[in-house]
């Protein structure tokens, strides 16, 4: 059974840094594309960033420079170091898995940024 676990939100001030983990079981990991996308309310989802197997990144326009991901394909897990966190970053976050015909989501974890 795959299964993606995100934790590390909260509520954050602005200008304040949060890191979120997405741990992956079920799947061979190391094969995976990871994404992590968020959900404000009403509006859609979004991509925020993406991580190749092997290694590369991309970064929506929104957060790059503020955004870092990385992965450590010998725990399973991706992160997400978000620094400078603006009111506009507040949403769900969201990690997915994507492999040829493998397409997995975690349950998401909330990012609140306010003062």
């Known amino acids: 059974q795959v299964q993606l676990v995100e934790s590390g939100g909260g509520l954050v001030q602005p200008g304040g840094s949060l890191k979120l983990s997405c741990v992956a079981s079920?799947?061979?990991?190391?094969?995976?594309?990871i994404a992590w996308y968020r959900q404000a309310p009403g509006k859609q989802r979004e991509l925020v960033s993406v991580?190749?197997?092997?290694?590369?990144?991309n970064y929506a326009d929104s957060v790059k420079g503020r955004f870092t991901c990385s992965r450590d394909n010998a725990q399973n897990t991706v992160d997400l170091q978000m620094n400078s966190l603006k009111p506009e970053d507040t949403a769900v976050y969201y990690c997915n898995a994507n492999f040829e015909s493998g397409d997995y989501w975690g349950q998401g974890t909330q990012v609140t940024v306010s003062s």
């Open positions: 079920g799947i061979i990991f190391r094969l995976y594309r």
């Open positions: 991580i190749t197997s092997g290694g590369r990144t």
